[in-house]
């Protein structure tokens, strides 16, 4: 069976540090990958997916970026945090044109 | 740009109450539709996914139906209980964003003893 991991669970970052966050898949081979981000009082909104190694797509302007230098692992990842990074990060994998699963998530706090 | 709206809110029951959560969206051309659970802190459970072409999906005490043409999704909880108390998010795929989904803000459910 499939399983997907994150961590760690939860990060307390001041501002203007840098960010590391994983994602890895189990039981599956050449997923389609996602980053989601729940702040407080919002919807889930989509951050970056990637539809194979190397390929990394993003959907928000932000200063957080993605890397897949694994099939199936996928990073999340900031140079220097804002205030408005805080939030619970979620990680999903998806077989090709189908179901989407989500990991246990990742909460961010940012001081 | 789909947007996807969830009414209610949020919303609370007594035990053994059915119930239906509704979700609309604005762009038809989606490629499938998933609703999930999520407990407070916690990752996404999925509860049922419609394909397009499908209509509804029932797993156990829940049934979700699709009317692709007027951009609405229900999904049915019958006999509800206590531990059926989480968000219940709705969100479609669409094919421009490698079937990447978007998300309701999702209703707030809590059924009381």
């Known amino acids: 069976s499939q399983t997907i991991h994150q961590w760690p669970a939860t990060l307390v970052q001041p501002v203007g540090s840098p960010l590391s966050l994983e994602c890895t898949v189990e039981?599956?081979?050449?997923?389609?990958l996602y980053w989601y981000r729940q702040a407080a009082g919002r919807g889930l909104q989509l951050l970056f997916y990637?539809?194979?190694?190397?390929?990394i797509s993003s959907e928000v302007p932000q200063n957080l970026s993605a890397s897949r230098p694994q099939d199936r692992q996928f990073i999340l990842s900031s140079k220097k945090l804002l205030l408005s990074d805080s939030g619970f990060y979620l990680c999903?994998?998806?077989?090709?044109?189908?179901?989407?699963?989500f990991g246990p998530g990742t909460r961010l706090t940012v001081l | 740009k789909q947007e996807v709206t969830q009414i209610p809110a949020a919303l609370s029951v007594p035990e053994g109450e059915n119930l239906v959560l509704n979700c609309s969206f604005t762009?038809?051309?989606?490629?499938?539709l998933q609703w999930f659970r999520q407990d407070p802190g916690k990752g996404l459970t999925s509860l049922l996914l419609?394909?397009?072409?499908?209509r509804e999906q029932t797993s156990g005490r829940l049934n979700a139906s699709l009317d692709k043409s007027s951009g609405r999704s229900t999904l049915y909880i019958a006999a509800s209980q206590p531990g059926d108390s989480a968000t219940y998010l709705c969100?479609?795929?669409?094919?421009?964003?490698?079937?990447?989904?978007?998300f309701g803000k999702g209703t707030s459910l809590l059924v009381t003893p």
């Open positions: 762009d038809s051309a989606i490629y499938n």
């Open positions: 039981g599956t081979s050449n997923p389609n």
């Open positions: 419609i394909q397009s072409s499908q």
């Open positions: 990637s539809v194979g190694i190397g390929q």
């Open positions: 969100a479609v795929a669409n094919s421009n964003s490698g079937y990447a989904l978007n």
């Open positions: 999903a994998w998806e077989r090709k044109e189908n179901e989407q699963f």
